[in-house]
């Protein structure tokens, strides 16, 4: 099943995503005389996408033919939810060449960092140059989000644990983090540093995360391109090890690492597509 987030009279609500359009989610309820939240972040941190996913599958998408829809092409995306809990990001996580993963030492960690709910932006709002960097860039990434509570978890169990998949930019000051390693948090915390696509790809809509392709677009060129199963730190393990630093909370977001990164300048745009079914996510950039 497919999700989103769109805007519908200024409220921004949960829809599930057909191919003749979104249907609300509540015209879900009104149909079903059920009570799934209308909100996104709600829907996922209340537990509520399980039972949903469910009826969906058993017959839902169905009756889903015959209802109420806002046309793709009239629907303003929004991003998927603006305030969840925590958002991780993992840096230099894809190899170029599969031989590569043969020689990761053992027991090597994953680079990660944090960003604050102020980076977030949707699709077609733009990402704005701050005035304390010359040297700006975006990247094309997969985002994880969690749909259930865990703690202290193995790479083997974490799949139990993942609500499903969405497109994502994250944004870089790269000439500040490059004066000093220890400015990275500042230099990916920028407002608009985070595009958060519309879109959630329930992970049993998923066959098989490792052959996903990640590809980062520049001004309607692909500027790089890689597939899951040559990261570092497969989807699995990197939630397995975020949970052993804290409780990691349905509705929480990891970005997984990007194929590549481009400089980006005032005029341009900056896409993130992956294969499966989301739809491309892409941000004009503006000072």
């Not at 929480?252 to 739809?279: E, F, K, M, N, Y």
């Amino acid at each position: 099943m497919k999700l989103a987030t769109i805007s519908v009279r200024g409220i921004e609500q949960a829809a599930v995503v057909t191919p003749g359009g979104y249907v609300l989610m509540e015209t879900v309820n009104q149909l079903e005389g059920t009570g799934w939240s209308t909100d996104m972040f709600e829907l996922v941190a209340s537990g509520q996408l399980a039972g949903l996913t469910d009826w969906y599958n058993e017959g839902g998408w169905e009756a889903l033919e015959g209802l109420e829809r806002v046309a793709l092409s009239e629907a303003q995306a929004a991003p998927l939810y603006r305030h969840p809990r925590k958002i991780w990001g993992i840096g230099m996580n894809y190899v170029t060449d599969p031989e590569e993963l043969k020689h990761v030492p053992e027991g090597s960690e994953p680079v990660s960092f944090m960003k604050p709910d102020t980076t977030i932006i949707g699709p077609g709002n733009a990402i704005r140059l701050p005035v304390q960097s010359a040297e700006v860039t975006a990247e094309a990434e997969l985002a994880i989000i969690i749909g259930k509570e865990c703690r202290s978890i193995e790479a083997e169990e974490a799949g139990a644990y993942i609500a499903g998949y969405a497109a994502a930019l994250d944004v870089t000051a790269a000439d500040i983090h490059a004066r000093n390693q220890r400015f990275l948090t500042r230099a990916k915390s920028f407002d608009t540093f985070f595009s958060f696509g519309s879109e959630l790809l329930t992970a049993d809509a998923v066959d098989d995360v490792a052959a996903l392709q990640v590809e980062t677009w520049h001004n309607g060129e692909q500027r790089h391109v890689n597939v899951i199963s040559n990261m570092r730190y497969q989807p699995s393990l990197i939630v397995a090890f975020h949970s052993q630093v804290m409780t990691l909370l349905p509705g929480d977001v990891i970005l997984t690492g990007t194929p590549g990164a481009v400089l980006i300048r005032d005029g341009d745009t900056v896409q993130c597509r992956i294969s499966g079914g989301l739809s491309p996510l892409c941000n004009p950039v503006s000072v």
